[in-house]
């Protein structure tokens, strides 16, 4: 069936020598990459750097080209398309785009979460939604469609709903690009306090001001490699760095 | 507030829907109306190829006995419809009011056959049968001719070869846009979800689960159109059996049955098979895909 292969339990997501790219166009090279459970580590890198492609290549959007890759106990080399549901079901996924079901309510999103990855009792599901809406702090939102909803709601209402399986890891692709300062102020407090829980989180980002403010291990992508900054705030790229510069420039 | 933008989004797609259920309705009652056609060109065509028989011309002196002994055997055989028995009296009558001059005082005598006036099962009213039913016929020693028209029998059994031929090659062609306009209006409700279809995928959801609520949905559609093609062919046979009461559709209940039968099975079929196909094609994406 869908049995993971069990590696070192304390590591996460491991990539070694690992080449990820589009059908087209090869984005990072001979990679290594670890991140063990309960780590935050932010994912940094101008745009087309392959930020996202490299969280894709961890959901299995993206196939891996080369090398060796393990997520959550999946080897995804021989990961099987069948597979990949059960994959995903270990993995919290946050999009800069919402990727809501727009066409029902949030309560509704989160139930077709729970009854998509096996869950059958009804009072069990509705525990699971109230707790996780609470976690998140939209407990009385739930009957809400999600175009009546902020952004940062809805945010966060993303984030609620990857937390539903109690994932061992959290994927954030610029989660806080929709977003106005304060609410991803809000929505960062919220992931540092959900991998102090034990999760893992990867949150790829531009927001250089969140770096300064929340340190945290710092991986930046950059011609097609990865490179370590190892929470050495020296090396940290800020906003007098004009790498950090460019980015900004690329923002606007 | 809120309450009303929730009615009104509510309300958008319930109106979408019903667009796509009316679509698939109308094309249905098209490939009903095709059917109906189909169907009554075959009883039509039947019709006037078992009005074709022949007679079986019997010698003067025959017995009454050997006569009926006749009659029954071509009766009890496979291909014969109906058979009457013609009196020389009975010819000679309708012959007169035929030519309207008593041509018996005229002659002293009567010089026609009795006969029996065979028709056959419209399977059998074509030029090779008649002709090898002709040869069985002549073995019996009563019998002194069969008379027929053979040209009859091979202009009515080409033409309605050649009408046929063309009706088919009609219907079908309508049959086959009828199936690609349903398929693409499937498509199209499709494609119009196919960011949730990704989202759903991304969330940990199998291809089968995705896949589900999007068929049982369709189907539920699909009945609802079936439903509506049924009132509107209903409809369509009860003004035509006003029009044309000759045809008789509705004492054909069996033809009838058959054809509402066909549109069931044809709306569910091509309704489940549309909505496999455009939703696994999506499934299939990256989401990259998406976009175009």
Redesign the interface.
Known sequence: MHRKIMTDSKIIIRLKNATIA?PDNVVLTNIDFEVSRGEFVYLIGRTGSGKSSLLKTF?A??PLLRGEGTIAGYDLKKLKT?Q???L??N?G?V?QDF?????RSVYENLL??L???GWKKKADMHKRITEVLEKVGLGYKEY??P??LSGGEQQRVVIA?ALL?NPDLILADEPTGNLDPESSEGLLRLLLEISNNGQAVVFATHDYNLLNKFPARIVECKDSKLIEYNNQPAAMPNEDNPQASDEEIELL | M?KQ??KL?RRK?RSSYFTTIVSIALVLFVVGLMGLLLLNAHKLSRHVKENIGFSVILESNIREVDMIRLQKNLDASRYVKTTEYITKERAAQELQEELGEDFIEFLGYNPLLPSIDVRLFAEYANPDSVAKIEQEILKYEQVKEVAYQKSLIDVVNKNINRISFVLLIFTGALFIISLSLINNTIRLTVYA?R??I??????????R??RGPFILKSLAHAIYSIALTYLMLGGTVYMIEAQLPELSMLNDLDTLALLFAGVFVVGIGIVYISTRFAVNRYLKL???DLYF
């Not at chain 1, 990727?99 to 066409?103: A, I, V």
């Not at chain 2, 990704?198 to 291809?207: E, Y």
Request: proline content about 2%; charged content about 25%.
């Open positions: 589009h959901y959007e993206l069948r990949v549901p059960y995903r079901r993995l996924i999009f990727q809501l079901l727009t066409d077709f979460v009854k998509a990855t809400k469609m175009h009546e709903r399986n | 809120s933008e929730h989004s797609l979800r960011f949730l990704k989202t759903m995928q991304l969330v940990g959801a199998t291809r689960f995705v990256r989401s990259s």
